[in-house]
């Protein structure tokens, strides 16, 4: 019993007989006020807006009921009535209500006469009451509602016709509280009671009273250890209509120990149901008020082992170690409000580091002005394991995949989540995020963002992250992806359901190599098919990214920025060379990519570029594109299809402009290209760098399934006075082809000239003009058909290399593709006209036919050189004077020329066949007359097969022939014979002013040789050679004049013997055979017959060395008794019979110019020799009579001044 809480002042003590139903009345009361005090705190807060007042039994007499006994009898004054086995059973049903096993009451019977009921003492040992309650919720007692039975209980507790005034003290021992549903609940129906001891101190409806009490719950399946609770108070008294009575205000603390979440469902099924939440709770409530309307309150929650179990939220249990919640509340009339705090610790059992904290603020009273804020921070923690604890199934899928799939690793450092709104709107997290009702704002660092399976992800990220309104606000971000970085970002990223609206601020420093290399271009999206072309592109650039717009999958509906780029380089084998030092900006957006100005080298070439490519995302981007580029030769040659251009080269750069606009399907192709500094092979020449030389081309580049092609508009081809325009159409794919169509309006000759040849110094008005068409494959030049026709005219043609000009020059080019035919040739040299005719045949294999026919034409002023006949004296002095050590003259060998060009000089695969008749041809000095020339030239041959002139009166026929087969060695074979030629005209023509040799000439040979250079060739000589001279004079000749000196000519000349100084030496006829072996030229009947003397000569002449070892033999027609007395060396001489001096023996041997001659004594010479010559002195010379073929002209001619010097 409690003494610490009398009974007010004034209470009444009147007492009076109570009857038997009175006793169950009363201890119902009592069972109702432990109810009340049990009740108090938790169902206040649950159902504030239900008035708590004292209760009545108004109809509690007509209550079926019933008792097992009752006791009376007096107790110090009082009246003591016991009753036992009382029950009462719930209106209307046999369920009992209240049950009393023993109940002791103490009455003041004294005041039970004036309708007062005053106890002094009430005690219930171990009491059962019930509570009922009904599908709606509502719970009954005695078959009232216990919110209508309270409410009422301020007017006043009547039994009967007694008023309970007061009970001092009251007491319930052992008591039981049992709650019984009386529907099937939505939660399995698990009974539910209360063990509950209770003392009550002055209980009046009029006065304060405090009580105080503790139990336990109990309920079927509930782990230990029980829930306990323990209750203070003191209570106020409040009038009838709940406005307060200016009394003490209510004092009550509530205390609940180890209580469970999940018992709420069984306490209001309902009220918000938590299977979800298990875990332990201990509660302290405390309430000061005078009503209901008007109080103050605080308390405190400590959950331990808390576990939210909702698979409509989490994927999995969320754990939380401990949660503390702590809380201060007031209401006045219509106005709440609470404020508390809360604090978190770790997550169990896992011991996840999360510490939780935070306040909330709670106003209003009803559902339509409840509000509530709410702050919570958390201390660092790791993303990845807090992964399993968000709460996945509120969240959109924007928002899920976003902090799911596409961020990993790092930490969150800071978090802090902010709530404002109704308590039923923020706990739909989604809606309450995108109606801005929560916000949250967090640091992180070391993330990594995976925005898309093709691309590198983000990593390192580190910034911060506002979440309001239902959109992400970034700001401060860095990070790294490869090896560029994410220098500073800023933007927003709205999250909803189907879409997450970007606008997102990124500056970036790239390495554009390493980075490229982590994407996945194969799997690329169609929208960003184009990214391909960037594969293989290195460098580093300064990039400025805005995203923005719907996320349409992994990529935003947006996006545009500017790079600056800086060391680009583009492999070679994207391109036909690479692209290196690459700079400049690009900006982008989501239509358009464009630079104004980058720059760089292709190959070593600098260029710059302004380009523009809209709808890149689109199958058929639309390209506008201007590139400007000086370009080294070897680059230029890298840019051009092969076969273009062949043998370019330029010591200067030259200026290429290119424009492309259109379609990748058909591009507009506009080219402007100099070519002046360059030199390249033309018409069989080369291009000088001299020459002014401009390309232009416009076309309509086309790609289709099946072709690809240009279609050319314009194509200028101009130097500085000539032109060459056309248009057609050149094929790439399939199958390459050329189709043109060219007008010529003006080119001239000087200028093909030097375009073709390089020949500078041509001038004059000769031009071509007219049209032709080329048709064929363009990678095989051989193969393309040329057909049209050119007209030549000019009236002067000036060349440097000639003295005259050509006039009056006329002539018609034709072709029909397979035949290319010069007609009509005119022109005029020095006044005598001249005709040309020739064709060119393609097929079956390529030849050239032509013919020359003119009157007269003058080699030697025709020709600006040297004079000829200087040369030829040079020529003959230097044979003449040589000596052996001399060093030979310097030159290209002609065999191995001749060799290489039949072999690689493309203009002989095709056969060269030609006719060439003059009238008169001058040529160092020699009037040839009638001259008739013919030969070919072609499969590895070069043949003259005539070669035929007259000179003076006689006449000259040659023929040669040489092959050189791609395997084996060359030969050379060539033929002459030379008819009555007059050899002192021919000297003298050649500058040679003193006579030297007088005569008529005859020659006649064959010779044949094999080998690579032109020693080889005389070194492998075979063949035979005949001369004759008839009826001349020998004025000088070295040899000869030495071998009259040895035998005293001074004496013989005094003895009538010629002068070879002064008159010459007369001679009859000079006569020799010679046969050719391996390059030496042997004869054995090389004779001269004179009428003062006979000469015969044995020996070799070394054809390649240009020696010669000889025995001479000579006879003096003297008697000996003038000339042996003479002779200084008569041992050398042969005396005939007839006493006649027949022969003087003498060793020519040396240089063939200056060889040195000797006496050779006849003891020293064979019988053969002395034979030979003998019978060479005694024997006429025959001569053969055909005409073999000769050789080449260089060789004949080293030959020929051989000839000369004999």
Same mark, same amino acid.
């Not at 009545?56 to 097992?68: E, F, I, N, P, Y």
């Not at 805005?546 to 996320?551: A, F, K, N, Q, Y």
């Not at 035979?1024 to 000349?1053: C, D, P, T």
């Not at 025959?1182 to 260089?1194: A, V």
């Given at each position: 019993m409690n003494h610490e809480n009398p009974l007010p002042e004034g209470a009444s003590q009147k007492t009076g007989l109570k009857k038997r139903r009175v006793s169950w009345v009363g201890g119902g009361i009592i069972l109702l006020f432990a109810l009340s005090a049990l009740g108090v705190g938790y169902w206040f807060w649950i159902s504030g807006h239900q008035t708590i007042?004292?209760?009545?039994?108004?109809?509690?007499?007509?209550?079926?009921?019933?008792?097992?006994?009752?006791?009376f009898g007096l107790k110090e004054g009082h009246l003591a009535l016991t009753l036992t086995d009382v029950s009462l059973y719930a209106p209307g049903s046999q369920e009992k209500a209240i049950v009393v096993p023993q109940a002791s009451l103490e009455l003041e019977p004294l005041k039970l006469t004036g309708g007062q009921l005053h106890l002094k003492r009430a005690i219930f040992q171990r009491p059962i009451i019930r509570l009922f309650r009904d599908r709606s919720g509502e719970v009954r007692l005695l078959g009232s509602p216990l919110s209508e039975f309270l409410r009422k209980a301020g007017k006043g507790w009547k039994i009967g016709p007694f008023s309970l005034e007061t009970i001092q003290e009251l007491e319930i021992k052992e008591g039981r509280i049992e709650l019984v549903d009386h529907f099937a609940s939505r939660h399995p129906p698990y009974p539910i009671s209360a063990a509950v001891d209770l003392t009550a101190v002055g209980l009046s409806p009029v006065n304060p009273w405090s009580f105080q009490g503790k139990g336990r719950l109990l309920k079927n399946g509930l782990d230990e250890p029980l829930p306990t609770f323990r209750v203070v108070g003191r209570l106020g008294l409040t009038s009838a209509d709940g406005h307060p009575s200016g009394l003490s205000p209510a004092q009550i603390e509530l205390t609940l120990k180890d209580f469970r979440p999940e018992?709420?469902?069984?306490?209001?099924?309902?009220?918000?149901?938590?299977?979800?939440v298990r875990g332990l709770m201990d509660l302290t409530v405390r309430y000061v008020g005078k009503s209901i309307q008007e109080f103050q309150s605080s308390g405190r929650v400590d959950l331990s082992s808390l576990v939210l179990d909702d698979s409509r939220i989490f994927r999995e249990p969320f754990h939380l170690s401990h949660l503390f919640l702590s809380y201060e509340g007031q209401r006045h009339g219509d106005r709440l409000s609470v404020k508390g705090a809360l604090e978190g610790k770790g997550l169990a059992p896992e011991g996840f580091p999360l510490n939780l904290q935070g306040g909330f603020t709670l106003r209003g009273l009803s559902l339509k002005q409840r509000s509530l804020e709410v702050e919570l921070s958390s201390s660092p923690f790791s993303l990845e394991e807090s992964k399993r604890y968000l709460p996945w199934k509120v969240m959109s899928p924007g928002l899920a995949g976003f902090l799911g799939a596409e961020l990993s690793k790092g930490r969150i450092v800071s978090l802090e989540v902010k709530g404002s709104g109704r308590p039923e709107d923020l706990s739909h997290v989604e809606r309450a995020i995108n109606a801005g009702l929560l916000s949250a704002q967090l640091t992180f660092e070391d993330l990594t963002y995976r925005f898309s399976p093709h691309f590198p992800p983000a990593q390192d990220l580190r910034g911060s992250v506002l979440l309001e309104k239902g959109r992400f606000s970034f700001s401060d971000l860095q990070g790294t992806s490869r090896s560029s970085r994410l220098m500073e970002g800023k933007g927003t990223l709205a999250l909803s359901a189907h879409h997450s609206p970007l606008d997102l601020d990124l500056k970036v420093r790239l390495n554009l190599g390493e980075y490229l290399s982590d994407i996945n271009f194969n799997?690329?999206?169609? +929208?960003?098919?184009?990214?391909?072309?960037?594969?293989? =592109? !290195?460098?580093?650039? &300064? *990039?400025? #990214?805005?995203?923005?717009?719907?996320?349409?999958?992994?990529?935003?509906?947006?996006?545009?920025?500017?790079?600056?780029?800086?060391?680009?380089?583009?492999?070679?084998?994207?391109?036909?060379?690479?692209?290196s030092q690459l700079h400049g900006p690009v900006s982008f957006d989501t239509q358009v990519i464009q630079t104004p100005a980058l720059q760089g080298m292709v190959g070593s070439?600098?260029?710059?570029?302004?380009?523009?490519?809209?709808?890149?995302?689109?199958?058929?981007?639309?390209?506008?594109?201007v590139l400007k580029a000086s370009l080294a030769a070897r680059d230029l040659k890298g840019l051009l299809p092969a076969g273009l251009l062949v043998g370019l080269a330029s010591a200067k750069p030259l200026d290429? +402009?290119?424009?492309?606009?259109?379609?990748?399907?058909? =591009? !507009?192709?506009?080219? &402007? *290209?100099? #070519?002046?500094?360059a030199s390249y092979s033309a018409f069989g020449g080369e291009k000088p760098p001299t020459l002014s030389n401009r390309l232009f081309l416009e076309g309509l580049w086309k790609r289709g399934e099946e072709e690809q092609r240009l279609d050319i508009q314009t194509l200028v081809f101009s130097l500085p006075s000539s032109q060459v325009r056309g248009e057609g159409r050149i094929r790439l794919q399939p199958h390459p082809y050329l189709q043109l169509s060219l007008q010529v309006p003006r080119f001239g000759l000087p200028e093909l000239a030097q375009f073709a040849w390089g020949k500078e110094g041509w001038s004059g008005d000769a031009h071509l003009s007219g049209a032709f068409r080329l048709d064929g494959p363009w990678e095989e030049p051989g193969k393309i058909q040329i057909s049209g026709q050119l007209e030549l005219r000019g009236k002067e043609l000036n060349i440097p290399q000639l003295a005259a000009p050509l006039e009056q020059l006329k002539a018609s080019l034709s072709s029909n593709g397979e035949r290319v035919s010069l007609r009509s040739g005119q022109l005029q040299l020095s006044g005598s006209p001249f005709n040309i005719t020739g064709e060119f045949l393609r097929s079956p294999q390529p030849e050239v036919r032509f013919q020359l026919v003119g009157t007269e034409l003058n080699l030697d002023q025709l020709l600006r050189k040297a004079p000829p006949q200087e040369e030829a004296l040079k020529g003959l002095e230097g044979l003449s004077r040589a000596r052996p050590e001399d060093p030979p003259e310097p030159g290209v060998d002609l065999i191995g020329f001749l060799s290489r060009q039949l072999k690689e000089n493309p203009i002989f695969h095709a056969r060269w066949e030609g006719k060439i008749d003059l009238g008169t041809l001058t040529f160092r000095s020699f009037p040839l007359q009638g001259v008739r020339i013919a030969g070919s030239a072609g499969s590895q041959q070069l043949e003259l097969s005539d070669?035929?002139?007259?000179?003076?009166?006689?006449?000259?026929?040659?023929?040669?022939?040489?092959?050189?087969?791609?395997?084996?060695r060359p030969m050379l074979k060539f033929a002459i014979q030379a008819v009555d030629l007059d050899t002192q005209a021919a000297l003298r023509r050649l500058g040679l002013q003193e006579n030297l040799l007088s005569s008529s000439f005859y020659l006649e040979g064959t010779l044949t040789g094999m080998g690579e250079t032109e020693d080889q060739i005389l070194n492998s000589l075979e063949g035979?050679?005949?001369?004759?001279?008839?009826?001349?004079?020998?004025?000088?000749?070295?040899?000869?004049?030495?071998?009259?000196?040895?035998?005293?000519?001074?004496?013989?000349?005094?003895?009538?013997?010629?002068?070879?100084t002064s008159e010459g030496m007369p001679f009859d006829w000079i006569r020799g055979d010679f046969t050719v072996k391996k390059g030496v030229a042997h004869t054995e009947n090389f004779l001269l017959q004179s009428t003062a003397m006979s000469m015969s000569a044995v020996g070799d002449l070394f054809l390649r060395k240009g020696t010669l070892k000889m025995i001479v033999g000579v006879q003096p027609f003297q008697t000996l008794e003038k000339v042996v007395g003479l002779v200084p060396f008569v041992g050398y001489i042969l005396i005939g019979k007839d006493k006649k001096l027949v022969v003087a023996y003498f060793q020519v041997k040396g240089k063939i110019g200056d060889p040195a001659v000797a006496p050779r004594p006849i003891h020293t010479l064979s019988k053969g020799i002395l034979g030979i010559v003998e019978r060479t002195i005694r024997l006429p010379m025959?001569?053969?009579?055909?005409?073999?073929?000769?050789?080449?002209?260089?060789f004949w001619k080293r030959i020929y001044r051989w000839i000369k010097v004999w």
């Open positions: 007042a004292s209760s009545q039994l108004g109809r509690a007499l007509g209550t079926q009921s019933k008792v097992g006994e009752i006791t018992l709420v469902r069984d306490l209001f099924p309902s009220g918000p149901s938590w299977p979800q799997s690329l999206p169609p +929208r960003f098919h184009s990214l391909k072309q960037l594969k293989g =592109l !290195k460098g580093k650039g &300064e *990039l400025d #990214l805005l995203l923005g717009g719907i996320i349409e999958g992994d990529y935003p509906e947006s996006f545009q920025g500017k790079m600056s780029l800086s060391e680009g380089e583009f492999p070679q084998d994207r391109l036909p060379l690479p692209l070439s600098p260029f710059s570029l302004r380009a523009t490519v809209a709808d890149y995302q689109q199958p058929l981007p639309k390209i506008d594109l290429l +402009r290119l424009s492309l606009q259109g379609t990748s399907e058909e =591009l !507009k192709v506009r080219q &402007e *290209l100099n #070519l002046s500094p070669l035929a002139f007259r000179l003076d009166q006689g006449r000259v026929q040659l023929k040669t022939l040489f092959r050189s087969p791609y395997e084996g035979k050679a005949s001369l004759e001279l008839k009826k001349g004079r020998i004025h000088r000749f070295s040899w000869l004049s030495r071998i009259f000196s040895l035998m005293n000519l001074y004496q013989l000349v005094q003895a009538r013997l010629p002068d070879l025959e001569l053969p009579h055909q005409i073999p073929i000769i050789g080449k002209e260089s």
